[in-house]
């Protein structure tokens, strides 16, 4: 546990150089013209996505989970909470807003906003507990290969350096996520 949250923090170091917002006043700012609309829809859907992805894993705290899939959970809500925070302070900077159109024709475009099903998500929270690991597991799974997919998306389409390297970033660690999900499972 203690690794994983000390390569989270190596990580957001290194995303402060892209002016992460407020903690640290001397960063320099992200120029107006160093961004396009994709990098723009990324962080938009992205806050969106890792707020979805806060709220999921906050549904493994107090349930009987086994402690590596407890530890996986509150790391990836701490990394996720200090991604929200750069991700808005980008789009502010920008002049953006930081919120995703909430109107689902307006993602068609691009595939549409990929989030887990809302119904989904309420169906994982009233999981009894012995089977809640299981479909815990199984559901956050699918979230992080969303997540994947969207910063794919960035690194084909987008501009800007903090975002791009942000995308990088998050395509390597939610990898791993996955892969480490898939352990849990017994699947390769």
């Not at 992205?46 to 959970?73: E, K, M, N």
């Not at 799974?141 to 990088?168: I, K, N, P, W, Y």
């Amino acid at each position: 546990m203690a690794r994983r949250v000390l390569a989270a923090l190596t990580a957001l170091a290194f995303l402060a150089g892209c002016g992460a917002p407020a903690s640290a006043p001397t960063l320099p700012p992200v120029a107006a013209s160093s961004f396009n609309d994709a990098d723009v829809m990324y962080l938009q859907m992205s806050i969106t996505h890792h707020r979805q992805g806060i709220d999921l894993v906050r549904l493994a705290a107090g349930r009987p989970v086994r402690a590596r899939v407890a530890d996986l959970a509150r790391a990836i809500e701490l990394t996720q909470a200090e991604e929200i925070e750069s991700m808005a302070g980008w789009l502010t900077e920008w002049g953006k807003p930081t919120d995703a159109d909430p109107n689902p024709g307006a993602h068609e475009a691009h595939g549409g906003l990929p989030v887990t099903a809302p119904d989904t998500i309420e169906s994982l929270r009233t999981t009894p507990d012995g089977d809640f690991e299981r479909r815990f597991v199984t559901v956050l799974t699918g979230h992080q290969h969303g997540a994947v997919e969207m910063a794919r998306a960035e690194l084909a389409g987008g501009v800007s350096h903090c975002a791009r390297a942000l995308a990088d970033r998050v395509a390597r660690s939610r990898k791993g996520q996955i892969e480490q999900l898939l352990s849990l499972t017994g699947q390769p």
